[in-house]
């Protein structure tokens, strides 16, 4: 959808459209640096290589905001993006009258760039159109600054909201105990268990433990921004548990939430959310771990509902059962071929045209492997019953060879490599 009234016919400057003539970031970078960073305090603090990545980053995201308006696109992801930039200048002590003052130099340099490349005689709309997305810039750059701002504020005084979190988490929470920390206690709230996959590549001498504080800070203020201070939370470097008020949160808006938080933590995450009274999320905790934890066995991201994946906690628990539904596979061990077909036969939900598509062979192909599976196993892959039967075996099977992978090696995110097909 487009982003407020600017969505119109793409204008050219000097022959070409405005988004082609913005000036690299490295150009703003390199003057941002020189001018308000080399010679200040802050260089001293924070070592010169990580101040330039730090910069470009946030000049990059700039300049994809610019871009976006002047095409008339969505700019939520760069606002974000600046808005955690600006945080991070914020936690490092850089006064906000100082930010504001070397984002607006930046703007103006964009600017500048911009409507030196006009023609006098031809280009007094693209001139216009450049005037008019600035104007709107500035006033998101300065929403934005405020933003980060306040979020670095609220993290500053959050140790009292922490502190009910995890006594919620724990079960020993009370109302007097969360009154005389400044929060009142909702009578129900949705647990949303977020687990961090693997962070996106950094700088080589950027410290671990930095990024973890960076990812624990920018999660931490989506949720600010997303209720304020409505939501509880517990943040590790690992994982977070967020508990929200039940009318405080839209289960409808989940899914954006985690592409929210993703692009906060600046990599892949696994999330889940059950709902439980503030007296009972401690009994809760166990089953959303629970289930990410199948997520990490089946090597699936993204958000999955509890009742999406009520057959694989099940399956997941200790007992006799889920081993005798894995030993129904047994007999394929010795046909490697037919177990990898029915892996992509369950995977695209039985669709056998689909399967003959994913493994990119002959549909009649499908047809005589699934029957020999049917042979075999005794379970018939094209009947509802044995489909069943033969995904409950799967389950089973990929999760206790996935524990047994992990032990093995010591590395969960590696573990079932075909645990998609569930």
């Known amino acids: 959808m487009p982003n407020s009234a600017l969505s119109a016919p793409i204008v050219t400057m000097a022959g070409r459209p405005l988004v082609d003539c913005l000036p690299a970031a490295s150009t703003i970078s390199g003057k941002i640096m020189s001018r308000y960073l080399v010679d200040s ?6 070592p010169l290589a990580t101040l330039r990545r730090d910069v470009t980053a946030t000049v990059k995201a700039c300049l994809e905001l610019a871009a976006r308006l002047l095409a008339g696109e969505d700019a939520a992801k760069p606002l974000a993006e600046v808005r955690f930039g600006v945080m991070e200048w914020a936690h490092q002590g850089v006064l906000i ?31 216009a159109r450049v005037t008019q997305v600035f104007v709107e810039l500035t006033s998101r750059l300065a929403t934005v600054i405020s933003q980060a701002y306040t979020s670095e504020m609220r993290a500053a005084g959050s140790d009292a909201a922490d502190a009910v979190a995890a006594a919620l988490i724990a079960g020993n929470a009370t109302p007097a105990m969360a009154r005389a920390r400044g929060v009142r206690l909702a009578e129900s709230y949705v647990v949303f268990a977020v687990a961090f996959v693997a962070h996106n590549e950094e700088q080589p001498l950027l410290d671990r433990q930095i990024i973890s504080r960076r990812t624990i800070r920018r999660v931490r203020a989506e949720v600010s921004h997303q209720w304020a201070d409505h939501a509880l939370m517990q943040i590790g470097a690992d994982s977070a548990t967020l508990l929200i008020p039940q009318d405080h949160f839209d289960p409808a808006g989940a899914e954006r939430l985690v592409e929210h938080l993703a692009v906060a933590a600046q990599t892949r995450i696994r999330a889940t ?9 401690s009994e809760e905790i166990e089953r959303v771990r629970a289930v990410l934890d199948i997520m990490r066995r089946l090597r699936r991201d993204g958000l999955e509902r509890f009742e999406d994946l009520s057959l694989e906690y099940q399956l997941s628990r200790p007992g006799a059962v889920g081993r005798h539904l894995a030993a129904a596979l047994d007999s394929l061990d010795k046909h490697p071929v037919l177990l990898e077909t029915l892996k992509a036969h369950l995977a695209t939900r039985s669709t056998r045209v689909r399967t003959a598509h994913v493994l990119h062979i002959h ?26 039967r033969l995904r409950s075996a799967l389950v089973a099977r990929m999760i206790g060879v996935a524990d047994q992978e992990s032990a093995n090696r010591g590395d969960p995110e590696q573990t079932a490599p075909a645990a998609q097909a569930c």
């Open 41 to 46: 305090a802050l260089s001293g603090r924070v």
């Open 97 to 127: 009258d100082s930010m504001h003052t070397a984002v607006h130099t930046a703007t103006r340099m964009v600017f500048d760039h911009l409507t030196a490349q006009a023609e006098p005689a031809a280009d007094h709309r693209a001139v």
């Open 273 to 281: 959310f059950v709902s439980a009274r503030a007296d009972g999320i």
């Open 363 to 388: 549909p009649n192909t499908v047809d005589y492997r699934l029957n020999k599976i049917a042979e075999i196993t005794g379970l018939d892959p094209m009947h509802s019953d044995g489909v069943w």
